[in-house]
């Protein structure tokens, strides 16, 4: 399991690294359809990824790349994380047979690593919020790999912290 | 011997038509004067003032017709198209002189030179033209004398000739005495102001009376349909004139009218000249005295014949006087060059250029600090010394200099300009003006000893190659039309930047980039207007990239506090940039999940990954333009293009409603401190003004330009009698 995270992981920080050379078209929106895919695939590893939850992410992914040929599926950018969302918690479900304790998984493994960039970004002096605001920049093309590999990295960190702390409780509660 | 033929078909009538026609020929060549034509080399440079032999009486007066033409044709580079061509190099010492083959100077004249001909010498005095051409420019000796010929002369090459004046050649060593430091306009000061009149391309399809419209649709007077706006305190009026596509044998009349109170015209004079091609003519109706009134112009042709298929072209170039009085007419252009180009040739020639002269230009405030490095491979181990003569336009010369080599493997020069000469630009912009041309610079490259370099590659270093001062009340609205004469006044700056493109590399490309600083009239919501334009051209490709992003930084001595920007393409319909169809619902919908996802941690400023590439993905789908605050006193406004755009523009416009602008009393310098066009980034330190809402006449100016009531809007009641 934890090799299949490690994975996804290294897949997730070698994509990213394609952005340096990646044209700016329409082809952006494959970019971003790809990244959210392997991300999920990623994070759900992280719970056990099962084939079905490979297609079932694709499928979410895949509006994304198709939005400029049909554009009302510009509306799934606004939608997409949500739907990542929703199945994510239902991966941790699956896990750990309980929906709150799939809920709380998944927002936990969020906060806690949205904690860690944040300490990353102090540490660093605003480093990590710079690179969050450049955003998709036709000419500045570093911030994107930066953002993945801390954010899938911290998110390993935390997942795995989550993990720990739920198998302690639940040995606690025996 | 006559064939059967043709003694058969031709009839009593068509022997008397053949013999007629001989007999016109014999009277046209009869009438046709004998010239002579020197090829004369001057220790003096030509220009408005042009020699004169007193004494001599012919079709021109006292006058000597002028006919430049190239000392030289050399290999160059067109840095700006990135190709070499044949470069040919004008100079002002040296020209064709057109001397009547009968002259008879008078022996008692007072003369300023002597022209020394093989046929005699002749005493000379420069003078404005007496006969209205100021000069011909001719692409080589044949092409004068078929110039002349199409004017009526009888012109035969009598070799070379020298025009000796007891002046100070400043291009040998008297430097400093051609050098005028450039100047800040100040307050309450007159200068000359140097213009442009543009007229309509006009094709000539018939004989007779052919009108040359003024650009535009706003005509100066109600009663003579066509004319051009002149207005008021003009100096000096030139006419200059480009045909293609075929000849034309003509006389250009150019009538002046004095415009009434109500818009109506009266007729003052007209002068008649005989058209030749790349000629300019004074037109001397136009002068300080004459133009204590309002006055305009009307230009037609009277075609006597035509062959081919004809285009006319005219332009005007003018000098002003005008007064600064309020601190906020003036505004600023900057030129800039910079970048890399991979040469590898002999090059004698380096053309940076053309940029456009935008109307304006106030003397003596020309500037340049134009820097290039230059590396060339050694000659049998050695850097020899290198001589660059700079030229504006490969005309007017701006110095000659002379500059050792590094030896790093290969030959490295640092080639600097130290100052322009301000009285070359004055002549080269006043011409620029007169043909609807640009500014260049054209750099004669040899070795001292006259040969020629290899080179191999040059960097421009991102430095003014040209900036001056302009009076900002411009005479254009938008690129393809000429302000309405007094409608919507408004002040501008302008920056124009060549450059070549770092990405992609491939293949060798040239990067054009404007941004202009308009500062609207009182009144307005938006008091100051950006335009931003940039792309990138291929020119062996036939291949246009448009901007994909571009920064520009403002500063002002007041708050950007609360600074606002919308953007427009300057496209058929000025059309918003903003999201729309279904990215603009998606945002819609996003603000709603996002409030959702923001509980789970999923979106927000430093969320993650998901959030991130959805939340600017969307962001990033179509254009937009945005406002940063960088400090109290600076904003930057940002352009991007986004991935998903269609929209074939490379210009956007912004206006800016900057609050802190409102209820000022004194003018407020905007100060563009950095612009970035795609991945170029430059500091132009670019200065424009915006005009206070109180204590000038405000009102008034909304609606005039401040010139037109020459500075005196203050005296409200006057101004609004003569404009109504």
New interface residues.
């Given amino acids: 399991m934890r090799d299949q995270t490690v994975f996804f992981l290294l897949l997730?920080v070698v994509f990213s690294l394609l952005w340096f050379v990646w044209p700016?078209?329409?082809?952006?929106?494959v970019f971003?359809a790809g990244?959210?895919f392997l991300?999920?695939l990623f994070f759900a590893s992280c719970v056990g990824l099962g084939r079905g939850f490979v297609v079932v992410f694709g499928l979410v992914a895949a509006p994304?790349a198709l939005?400029?040929v049909v554009?009302?599926?510009?509306?799934?950018?606004?939608?997409?994380?949500?739907a990542?969302?929703v199945v994510l918690v239902y991966a941790a479900y699956r896990a750990y047979d309980s929906l709150l304790w799939g809920f709380l998984f998944?927002?936990g493994s969020?906060?806690l690593?949205?904690i860690i960039?944040?300490a990353v970004?102090l540490l660093t002096g605003g480093l990590?919020?710079q690179a969050?605001?450049m955003?998709?920049?036709?000419?500045v093309r570093w911030n994107v790999p930066l953002?993945?590999f801390m954010?899938?990295s911290s998110?390993y960190i935390s997942c795995r912290v989550v993990k720990l702390i739920f198998a302690y409780v639940k040995r606690r509660r025996g | 011997m006559t064939s059967p033929k043709l003694r058969g078909g031709l009839s009593a009538a068509r022997w008397v038509g053949a013999v007629l026609v001989v007999l016109v020929l014999f009277v046209v060549l009869a009438a046709a004067e004998r010239v002579y034509v020197y090829e004369v080399e001057s220790d003096v440079e030509i220009a408005e003032d042009v020699p004169h032999v007193p004494g001599i009486s012919w079709q021109f007066g006292e006058q000597l017709l002028v006919v430049w033409v190239p000392r030289d044709v050399a290999p160059g580079i067109i840095l700006f198209t990135n190709k070499t061509a044949p470069i040919p190099l004008y100079d002002r010492k040296y020209f064709l002189l057109v001397i009547p083959a009968d002259a008879q100077p008078s022996q008692r004249a007072r003369a300023e030179a002597l022209l020394k001909t093989p046929d005699g010498t002749y005493p000379v005095v420069f003078r404005k033209p007496d006969a209205g051409i100021i000069d011909i420019t001719a692409h080589s000796i044949e092409e004068a004398l078929t110039i002349l010929k199409q004017i009526g002369l009888q012109p035969e090459y009598q070799g070379k000739a020298e025009l000796r004046t007891d002046k100070k050649d400043p291009d040998a060593g008297g430097e400093a005495a051609a050098l005028t430091l450039p100047r800040r306009p100040s307050i309450n000061s007159t200068f000359d102001v140097y213009g442009g009149l543009y007229f309509r391309h006009t094709p000539i399809t018939k004989t007779g009376l052919v009108i040359i419209p003024v650009h535009g649709n706003e005509w100066a007077c109600r009663n003579v349909p066509h004319a051009a706006y002149v207005g008021y305190d003009a100096k000096s009026f030139a006419l200059g004139t480009l045909i293609r596509g075929g000849a034309v044998d003509a006389d250009l009349i150019v009538e002046v009218y004095k415009i009434e109170f109500g818009g109506n015209c009266t007729f003052l004079g007209s002068r008649r000249f005989v058209l030749a091609n790349r000629t300019i003519y004074l037109v001397d109706l136009i002068n300080s005295t004459t133009s204590v009134d309002r006055l305009a112009v009307f230009v037609m042709l009277d075609v006597r014949s035509f062959s081919g298929q004809p285009r006319v072209g005219v332009n005007a170039s003018l000098i002003y006087a005008r007064t600064y009085r309020y601190g906020f007419e003036v505004g600023e252009f900057v030129a800039r060059a910079a970048g890399g180009f991979v040469v590898h040739r002999e090059v004698r020639r380096i053309v940076i250029g053309p940029y456009v002269a935008y109307d304006g230009y106030v003397a003596q405030t020309a500037s340049s600090s134009l820097t290039l490095t230059l590396a060339t491979e050694p000659v049998n181990g050695v850097c020899k010394d290198l001589r660059v003569r700079f030229t504006i336009n490969g005309r007017s010369s701006s110095g000659t200099y002379t500059y050792s080599g590094r030896h790093l493997g290969l030959c490295i020069y640092d080639v600097y300009l130290p100052y322009i000469w301000e009285q070359s630009f004055q002549t080269e912009y006043f011409y620029a003006k007169a043909f609807g041309g640009g500014l260049s610079w054209v750099l004669d490259i040899e070795y001292t000893d006259g040969s020629t370099p290899y080179i191999v590659a040059m960097f421009l270093k991102n430095a003014d190659a040209f900036r001056y001062w302009r009076w900002a009340e411009q005479w254009k609205t938008t690129p393809g039309a000429i302000d309405a004469v007094w409608a919507k006044p408004f002040l501008s700056s302008a920056f124009e930047l060549y450059a070549t493109p770092t990405?992609p590399i491939p293949p060798p490309g040239i990067y054009h980039g404007v941004v202009t600083v308009r500062a609207d009239s009182v009144g307005q919501m938006f008091r100051a207007r950006l335009s931003i334009s940039g792309r990138y051209t291929y020119p062996g490709l036939d291949r246009v990239v448009y901007m994909?992003?571009a920064e520009v930084d403002m500063a002002m001595p007041l708050s950007v506090w609360r600074l606002y920007a919308v953007g427009y393409y300057l496209d058929d319909l000025l059309s918003s940039v903003a999201p729309h169809?279904?990215?603009r619902?998606?945002?819609d919908?996003?603000r709603v999940?996002d409030c959702?996802?923001m509980?789970?941690?999923?979106?927000?400023?430093?969320?993650?990954?998901?959030?991130?590439?959805?939340?600017?993905?969307?962001?990033?789908?179509g254009d937009s333009v945005m406002v940063q605050t960088l400090d109290y006193y600076t904003a930057r406004i940002i352009y991007?293009?986004g991935?998903?755009t269609n929209v074939a523009s490379d210009t956007i416009m912004v206006p800016l409603m900057i609050p802190s602008l409102y209820g000022r009393d004194t003018p407020t310098e905007l100060e563009i401190t950095r612009i970035c066009l795609?991945?170029i980034c430059t500091n132009p330190s670019l200065k424009a003004y915006v005009q206070p809402d109180r204590g000038y006449g405000g009102i008034i100016q909304a609606i005039l330009k401040n010139w037109m009531c020459r500075g005196q809007v203050i005296d409200t009641a006057t101004c609004e009698i003569l404009m109504r």
């Avoid at chain 2, 941690?601 to 959805?614: D, K, P, Q």
């Fill in positions: 997730v700016w078209s329409w082809l952006v929106g971003i990244l959210v991300w999920s994304l939005a400029p554009e009302p599926l510009f509306l799934w950018y606004a939608v997409a994380p949500l990542v969302f998944v927002v969020l906060w690593h949205v960039l944040a970004d990590l919020l969050f605001d955003g998709f920049d036709v000419y953002i993945a954010d899938v998110l | 990405e994909k992003k169809g279904w990215v619902e998606a945002f919908v996003k999940v959702i996802l509980l789970a941690g999923v979106v927000g400023r430093v969320s993650g990954l998901l959030g991130f590439a959805t939340g600017e993905g969307l962001k990033s789908v991007r293009r991935w998903y795609d991945n």
